[in-house]
């Protein structure tokens, strides 16, 4: 390490020239590369003031043990260094998050993040709108074209089946080429097709355009990627919260504004119907293109290296997009496990199947309603605007919900920082809120079941099972979709992909028999509207119970799950690239960088540690309790982060590039530092007065200073080396 000399005999190090100095070859190893800056900082520091540089210090309480463990292999950056000739290739140094984390999205203004969350609002919710808006011109549709209406009814199902596909099929592209080009690109093609379904000359044109436009739709796969991009996953709830009401508000809108277009005649409704998705969808696409930048974290990595070159600040600086090129990267058996991940974890993860299950079969019976609010409100002689008004409860549900999780947020993060190592309370925590609000499911139906044989019974009982259904969707899905970004890590992606699917696919397939399921249950007997949604309250009732057996089963789940498993590491190495777990809370930071600035004082020779360890090699003092495995270093070289490694794509949303490995991996740098700094200075303030009575004059104080530099070298995910030299 430069500025120590090693008095020891040994191999003689080789002399560079001025010339080869002055020459950097590029560091594979970020944390090498930061340390070694770091080290030459303080040692220019105290050299100028006198003191023994850190190096020194350390090299001297040590007894002059380099940094790596014997026999240890040399870091990719040593062995580019001896063996690489250096040249204009090698000079090329990539530009980490932690450089300019000041123009990411993460460090936009409050003010700034919520405008875009408000216009990701407004384009949520107009793709949810084309998905119910449509059924309002079923009868018209029927009779211009002369099919049945259960024939007219097939767009309605066909855009939310290729919805759901088009969501998990737009994912990579958004995390490899930007936010921005890929949201404008899905909305100009969604609203392309809408204009041959307005001129549609058949049925046959209005089938399959109605297919394309919900292939052609992003969805919440992009939505919920962006909020990624400006929340870490520990500070992200309000955001997601504020997404998932644009979703399910968006679908029960279209039926809310259809009631009016219904007063026209049929065949200029049906069109109007169309014309009306295509002026939202154009206000809100306009609106996206002039307001909102991009916020994909690697994009603008990329962006910012190019200004930095270009600027003269640094030639050699270039982004993660520019080294790595998606062509080097993309291969198409990447691009179809990437893909089928979501499939995958829908089938195998009992946690993702069950919730899935839950959350899709509840979006479900909130498209059977629209189907079947005609057949229910017409026993009251309410005409079609008045219809259209009774989902309105609906949406009063999700508001209540919407507003019932802003305690229940602030309840789960104290519960969280106050049991750091409580693995039930840093995952399933999250899902407390099931516990209350998805039996309001099964409840509401029942309620809607049994007030909805029309008069003498008044139709506000209906209403009342309905706002029901509504705050257990929106809990569901809300709940679900926060559990799972905890839960998966780099797999959240697909794990909500899975849950994404379920719902726009079930709500899709139960909307060919919704009709005559509520025509015919029970028909020969007179209840065939209560006979229907009762059968729905049972297996809503069934799924209930899954989802409170998953909050209470939840971590002997994920420890045997293969996906779950491979998180048991907080850190991986991919293709040799850097890649981090979720975030720790601070709690647990401080408590592990506390643990850390203790042996580094057991290293150095403080008498009191130096006992405590003594004593704890002999067996007196208990090992501490087994640490969350969510949450526990480990080494570099661990079975489990070979294993993650391996099963890692290069490619989409779970890869090193992924939205939530760049938030993530940001985030635990960030609580990191923050927790090092805090612990050190407490330390520091700890030790002063005995340190001080130690010292002579005017020197340096070593402990301190060579407890800072182990502390940075175990944030660089390089302390372990320190750790494992042997006591001399």
């Not at 996953?233 to 279209?254: C, K, M």
Request: hydrophobic share 40%.
């Amino acid at each position: 390490m430069e500025g120590s000399q090693d008095p020891s005999p040994g191999p003689a190090s080789p002399v560079k020239s001025p010339a080869e100095d002055s020459i950097q070859p590029v560091v594979k190893d970020p944390s090498t590369q930061l340390a070694r800056d770091e080290v030459q900082q303080d040692n220019s520091i105290h050299a100028a003031s006198g003191g023994n540089s850190p190096a020194e210090t350390l090299t001297d309480q040590s007894s002059q043990a380099p940094l790596q463990p014997k026999n240890a292999p040399q870091t990719d950056g040593a062995r580019d260094a001896e063996k690489e000739p250096v040249n204009e290739d090698n000079l090329k140094r990539e530009l980490m998050q932690d450089d300019c984390e000041s123009e990411l999205g993460y460090a936009f203004p409050t003010w700034k993040k919520w405008w875009i969350l408000t216009v990701i609002f407004f384009v949520q919710t107009s793709m949810n709108f084309n998905t119910s808006l449509y059924s309002n011109g079923i009868p018209g549709i029927a009779g211009e074209f002369h099919v049945s209406e259960q024939t007219a009814r097939c767009g309605a199902a066909l855009f939310l089946i290729t919805y759901a596909f088009g969501c998990e099929l737009w994912a990579p592209w958004s995390e490899e080429f930007g936010r921005r080009h890929i949201l404008q690109l899905s909305l100009t093609l969604t609203n392309i097709w809408a204009i041959p379904i307005g001129w549609a000359p058949s049925i046959a044109t209005v089938l399959v355009c109605r297919a394309l436009g919900g292939l052609s739709t992003a969805g919440g796969s992009v939505t919920l990627g962006m909020v990624a991009d400006l929340y870490d996953s520990d500070n992200q709830q309000y955001a997601v919260a504020f997404v998932v009401f644009s979703s399910v508000f968006g679908s029960i809108l279209g039926p809310i504004i259809g009631g009016f277009v219904e007063l026209l005649p049929p065949t200029m409704a049906w069109r109007w119907c169309t014309w009306i998705q295509l002026i939202f969808g154009a206000a809100v696409q306009l609106l996206h293109f002039f307001t909102v930048p991009e916020t994909r974290t690697t994009i603008l990595v990329d962006r910012v290296a190019k200004k930095r070159r270009e600027a003269g600040l640094d030639d050699n600086v270039y982004g993660p997009g520019e080294l790595h090129p998606f062509r080097a990267r993309f291969t198409f058996k990447e691009l179809m496990e990437t893909w089928s991940r979501a499939f995958k974890m829908l089938l195998k993860e009992p946690i993702v199947r069950w919730l899935s299950l839950l959350s899709g079969v509840s979006d479900a019976i909130v498209f059977i309603q629209i189907q079947s609010m005609n057949l229910v409100y017409k026993q009251w002689d309410f005409n079609s605007w008045q219809i259209g008004l009774a989902f309105i409860p609906i949406a009063i549900g999700y508001a209540i919900a919407w507003v019932a999780f802003f305690p229940a947020f602030k309840r789960n993060r104290r519960r969280r920082d106050e049991n750091p190592r409580d693995e039930h309370a840093q995952f399933e925590s999250r899902l407390y809120p099931l516990l209350w609000a998805a039996p309001c499911l099964p409840i509401g139906l029942l309620i809607f079941a049994w007030t909805s044989s029309g008069p003498p019974l008044h139709w506000i009982g209906t209403m009342f099972g309905t706002a029901l259904i509504g705050i257990a969707n929106y809990s569901i899905y809300m709940a679900t979709i926060d559990y799972m970004i905890c839960a998966y890590g780099p797999y959240s992606a697909s794990a909500t992909g899975g849950n994404g699917l379920a719902r726009d696919l079930l709500a899709g397939l139960f909307t060919f028999p919704a009709i005559p399921f509520y025509e015919n249950i029970g028909a020969e007997v007179g209840l065939n509207l209560e006979f229907a949604s009762t059968i729905l309250a049972v297996v809503s009732a069934v799924l209930v119970v899954g989802a409170v057996y998953v909050y209470w089963k939840g971590p002997s789940f994920r420890r045997n799950s293969p996906f779950a498993q491979n998180l048991a590491s907080r850190e991986g190495e991919f293709h040799g690239r850097h890649i981090s777990l979720p975030p720790r809370p601070p709690s647990i930071i401080a408590a592990e960088a506390a643990e850390a600035a203790e042996v580094a004082r057991v290293a150095q020779g403080s008498p009191d540690a130096q006992d405590a360890h003594e004593a704890h090699e002999a067996g007196e003092v208990q090992e501490p309790a087994a640490a969350n495995p969510m949450s526990t270093p480990r080494g570099r070289n661990s079975d489990v982060e070979r294993g993650w490694a391996e099963g890692l794509s290069a490619f989409g949303p779970s890869s090193p590039q992924g939205s939530y490995m760049a938030s993530v991996h940001a985030a635990s740098r960030r609580q990191s530092r923050q927790a090092s700094r805090n612990a050190s200075a407490n330390a520091s303030r700890r030790n002063s007065h005995q340190e001080g009575a130690n010292s002579p004059p005017g020197s340096s104080s070593g402990p301190p200073i060579a407890e800072r530099l182990a502390e940075r070298l175990e944030n660089l995910n390089t302390i372990d080396s320190v750790l494992d030299e042997p006591d001399d």
